[in-house]
């Protein structure tokens, strides 16, 4: 859902203004798109992203969630749908309890008002704790609270006081991102204007307090970025991680299905005019081999705590071919305590955690290599 009412600073989605108009064009247009939808496999997880979702009103919401449940042949095991803060309504909620939804993940950032300016957030902390209240009182099956740090002028301190703060809340699940200068945002000219700076040795920090913090507080983590009680991990993200197949509707959103990975167009214009006329457009489409899914899988595994069966992922990719070069990889990483092997599961160090996306890179490249 492509429509949000402001920029935030840090983010580098597709986003679209919420005018009516528009509104009642993508929604008609994401009926057509459920409508060609295959029938013949289980859904077993649904995540509705954006964007704001929130910004639809509760008649929206209901409309698509209807139009998408006529084509499922059961309800979901997990939905899951973002919220902000100044768009939970009491409505909204009831209208999404009734659809189904499971899980409601709300985007907090920080619960300081000057950090969450620095972000360009819109909400104050004051709509979080009604949003909060609000949320409890619908009595979802299981809630996520997302966090950033490494923000501009953070404090060690203001970055753990917040953990406490969201954790205090009760949440069964929580999500710490590190603050990312993507380009073509605000904070991105605020850094090339050398009005904010990156400090590697600060995020570090950041990310080792966090996570000793968020394992104190009886949060698990289970990804470098993702901390739940016992039992609530996020399924939807797993199964992402894990290289299964998955369908994205509406513009910019991305798919791995039928042997091929692409995305929809990143304008609402030119998405609705195919999906209307019958044409869906795909962009950046790839057809996909076991090579590439073979180095995703371990891309995008490895950043769980649990880490891969490699043993299991070369049965599952018999065709990936040979694989001397990336195996010495794995050899050099374990001599350097980035990665620990065992019974034919690679997983990453704490250390390593640190490093996945230069693992992430490295397993790239040798995987290239062998092109």
Not at 87 to 103: F, P
Not at 298 to 311: C, H, I, K, Q
């Amino acid at each position: 859902m492509p429509f949000c009412a402001s920029t935030c600073d840090f983010c580098a989605f597709y986003q679209e203004q919420p005018r009516r108009g528009d509104l009642d064009r993508y929604l008609e247009a994401m009926q057509r798109e459920f409508a060609g939808l295959p029938q013949d496999r289980m859904v077993e997880t649904i995540f509705w992203g954006g964007g704001t979702p929130g910004l639809l009103a509760a008649k929206d919401l209901a409309r698509l969630g209807r139009a998408m449940l006529e084509r499922l042949a059961q309800a979901p095991q997990e939905w899951t749908i973002e919220m902000a803060p100044s768009t939970v309504k009491a409505d909204k909620l009831a209208v999404l309890r009734d659809l189904g939804v499971t899980r409601i993940s709300m985007g907090v950032q920080s619960f300081q008002p000057d950090l969450l300016a620095a972000l360009g957030r819109l909400h104050q902390p004051q709509q979080i704790y009604k949003a909060w209240d609000l949320i409890q009182a619908a009595d979802f099956p299981a809630t996520n609270l997302d966090l950033i740090f490494a923000i501009p002028n953070q404090s060690r301190q203001q970055w753990l006081a917040d953990i406490r703060e969201a954790a205090r809340l009760g949440p069964s699940h929580l999500s710490s991102y590190c603050l990312t200068f993507e380009e073509d945002t605000a904070l991105y000219v605020k850094l090339s204007q050398g009005k904010v700076c990156i400090d590697e040795a600060r995020e570090v920090d950041f990310y080792l307090a966090g996570w000793d913090l968020l394992a104190e507080l009886g949060f698990a983590q289970y990804e470098i970025s993702n901390f739940a009680r016992p039992g609530m991990e996020c399924v939807h993200n797993l199964n992402t991680w894990r290289m299964q197949e998955w369908i994205g509707c509406g513009p910019s959103a991305a798919s791995q299905f039928a042997g091929e990975r692409y995305q929809r167009p990143a304008n609402l214009d030119q998405w609705a005019a195919g999906i209307l006329a019958g044409e869906p457009l795909k962009q950046e489409c790839v057809r996909l081999d076991q090579r590439m899914l073979l180095a995703d899988s371990l891309v995008f595994g490895l950043r769980m705590n649990a880490g891969v069966d490699y043993t299991a992922l070369q049965r599952r990719f018999p065709q990936a071919g040979e694989l001397q070069h990336l195996e010495r990889l794995f050899a050099r990483l374990i001599d350097e305590q980035i990665l620990i092997q065992s019974q034919g599961r690679l997983q990453l160090t704490r250390n390593g955690r640190l490093l996945a996306d230069a693992v992430g890179s490295s397993i790239l490249e040798q995987m290239d290599a062998l092109s």
